[in-house]
Structure formats: C-alpha cells, structure tokens
C-alpha cells in the first residue's frame, strides 16, 4: 500500500456525544506519544479507511505515517484536528457522516475504558467485574436501551469469504430484516457486512426506519476488519475477551 492522497481537516460531532470534561480532553490530546493516544490513533486510521481492501494494520500505517489526530476542548464539547489523514474519508472537504460517527465513537469508548480503569470502580480480576464493565461500556454507548424490545440478531463469521458465501450472507440478512429484525455483527467485510447489506434493503422494502446495524470490535483487529459503512453503531471493546462477551 503506497503513500495516499491526504487531507488535513477539523471535526466536530453531531449528535449525542456527551460532552468531555476538561481532564478527559486533556487525557488523550496530552498523551503525546503514550499508549491512549497511540491505540486512538491507530483506531481513527482504520476507521478512516473503511472501504479500503487492506487487511494489514502494519500496512495502513506505514502508508499513513505522518497521520496526526489532535483533540480540541471547545464550548460544546470536543473537536478533532486532522493531519494527513486519508483523502477518500471526506467528500468536497467534509467527512462522511458515517465515518465521522464512527471516530467519534471510538473517542468515547477509548476515554470511557481508560476513565473506568484509572478511577479502579471495575474490578478486571474476576469474571462477575469483567461482565459489569461491559454491561456499563455498552450502557455508556446507549446500545443497551430500555424500554425498547430487544430484536437484534448477531451474524458471527468473519472477514474472508468467497462470493457465494457473501451472497448468501445477504440473503439472511434480507429476511431477518424482512422481519423487522436489526443486524449485530463484528462491523468488518464480509459475513460482517453482508447481514447487514441484506437487512438495509428488506428495511426499506418494509418502510422501517432507524434500522439498527451494531458492530461490535476491538483495537487489536480494527485495522484488519475495518469497520463497514453500513455500521451505525460502533462500540470498540478493550480486548477479544471483552468483544466476546459484548456479543452475548
């Protein structure tokens, strides 16, 4: 993967972002080279090559290598300055709407993971603590919501698969959303993303709208299963384990 186009522009959310406090900010836009802001760092470039058919997170940042991502405190909240970040994640200088709530997203996983252990409420030693982080992560992301029936159904597979098996991944996916049903799935390519391509025309076949496409992944993987732009709900988990668990 050769050096690409690149773009340096400023972000702001829109949405429901709840707002950072200053010793947030501060936690991540002074981290310098430190390991949070490293792994937001390396999650923001994957995301900001959704679509791209690279599966090498070694490869994307080598390509990428001069790529910056500052974080700005102002008045409603945070904003995020980008430095040669990849060009084909903004249309006539703005970024895509998907793209940007998905770095947004993984702005708030990140600085609730790392909140959640510096202020040692969760206890990471036993599996009851393990499963009450998670509840509160995914809680904190508003994918658990209440009031709500439950009718998300999660596609498990990975990222490489042959056409006929994507087909028939649609296929699934078109009559779980002809049945009014939404799509969990890991957010990557392939059986990650057919169910959801598959449910986003059943959805609009049956006039629903606000169809719900969960993916649910992790900093160890992003990069290799960049998040699809199908995914309207983005939750990145600290680690395989936690990714698992999220699922069930």
Known sequence: MTQRQVINASVSPKGSLETLSQREVQQLSEAGSGSTYTLFRQCALAILNT???VDNAKTILEAYKDFE???HQQ???VRLELLNAPADAFVDGEMIASTREMLFSALRDIVYTENELDSQRIDLS????ISDYVFHLLRNARTLRPGVE???VVCWGGHSINTEEYKYTKKVGHELGLRSLDIC???GPGVMKGPMKGATIAHAKQRIHGGRYLGLTEPGIIAAEAPNPIVNELVILPDIEKRLEAFV
Do not use: L
């Open 69 to 71: 991502i500052r974080i």
């Open 75 to 77: 008045d409603r909240g």
């Open 126 to 129: 036993n599996s009851q603590g």
């Open 185 to 187: 799935t890991g957010c």
């Open 51 to 53: 679509g791209a058919h």
């Open 150 to 152: 439950p009718k998300i």
